[in-house]
């Protein structure tokens, strides 16, 4: 009898320990979480996925974007490189061809001092042509004799003595203006 009831006493204190215990899962459930879990895992996994493929949608535009832009700029850097080429050499052809036209100007008072010197004549008629030509371009003469001293238009290099404020008495060389700036002023000699 004490081997029955140690065996039923054996029982009983392994019966309240199973009864405390939780139930055992059933098969059907312990399968269910895994594919409950995989399905979790591959919706997060799409949904990873879309995010991947829009984020390098987006970078795909961005940079497809950039390089327009980079392109747009690199055109209008050469556009602007050959437009200041081309007024470069524009303004070049035009000096070239006012100083052409100048010179061309000149040549009849250049053959006016020719003929003065195979004849022996003056220069005066030369001389006049050659100031004609000028001044119609621009050229005017600073001869300020009996003015008063302007020293933006003139060099006193000489002084007299007199009454009064300084006054232009004589001119050692004329000066001139080119429309309207002066180029070289003249040489004076000053009184007072």
Same mark, same amino acid.
């Given at each position: 009898?004490?081997? =029955?009831?140690? &065996?039923?006493? /054996?029982?009983?204190?392994?019966?309240? !320990?199973?009864?405390?215990?939780? *139930?055992? @899962?059933?098969?059907?459930?312990?399968?269910?979480?895994?594919?409950?879990?995989?399905?979790?895992?591959?919706?997060?996994?799409?949904?990873?996925?879309?995010?991947?493929?829009?984020?390098?949608?987006?970078?795909?535009?961005?940079?497809?974007?950039?390089?327009?832009?980079?392109?747009?700029?690199?055109?209008?850097?050469?556009?602007?490189?050959?437009?200041?080429?081309?007024?470069?050499?524009?303004?070049?052809?035009? =000096?070239?061809? &006012?100083?052409? /036209?100048?010179?061309?100007?000149?040549? !009849?008072?250049?053959?006016?001092? *020719?003929? @003065?010197?195979?004849?022996?004549?003056?220069?005066?008629?030369?001389?006049?042509?050659?100031?004609?030509?000028?001044?119609?371009?621009?050229?005017?003469?600073?001869?300020?004799?009996?003015?008063?001293?302007?020293?933006?238009?003139?060099?006193?290099?000489?002084?007299?003595?007199?009454?009064?404020?300084?006054?232009?008495?004589?001119?050692?060389?004329?000066?001139?203006?080119?429309?309207?700036?002066?180029?070289?002023?003249?040489?004076?000699?000053?009184?007072?």
């Amino acid at each position: 009898m004490s081997d =029955q009831t140690g &065996a039923t006493r /054996a029982e009983e204190t392994q019966q309240p !320990e199973a009864a405390a215990s939780p *139930e055992p @899962a059933s098969p059907a459930t312990e399968d269910a979480a895994p594919e409950d879990r995989e399905a979790e895992f591959d919706e997060e996994d799409l949904e990873l996925s879309e995010m991947e493929a829009r984020l390098l949608d987006d970078m795909d535009r961005l940079q497809s974007e950039r390089n327009d832009y980079l392109d747009q700029l690199l055109r209008t850097r050469a556009d602007f490189d050959n437009y200041r080429k081309r007024i470069l050499k524009q303004q070049s052809e035009h =000096q070239q061809r &006012a100083a052409e /036209a100048l010179v061309e100007k000149l040549l !009849e008072p250049l053959d006016t001092f *020719e003929l @003065a010197l195979a004849h022996g004549q003056g220069f005066e008629q030369a001389r006049d042509k050659l100031v004609g030509i000028l001044t119609k371009e621009g050229l005017e003469r600073i001869d300020p004799v009996g003015e008063a001293f302007d020293p933006n238009e003139a060099d006193a290099v000489a002084h007299e003595a007199g009454d009064g404020g300084p006054v232009v008495s004589e001119v050692l060389r004329p000066g001139y203006r080119w429309k309207g700036r002066v180029l070289r002023p003249a040489m004076v000699k000053v009184k007072g």
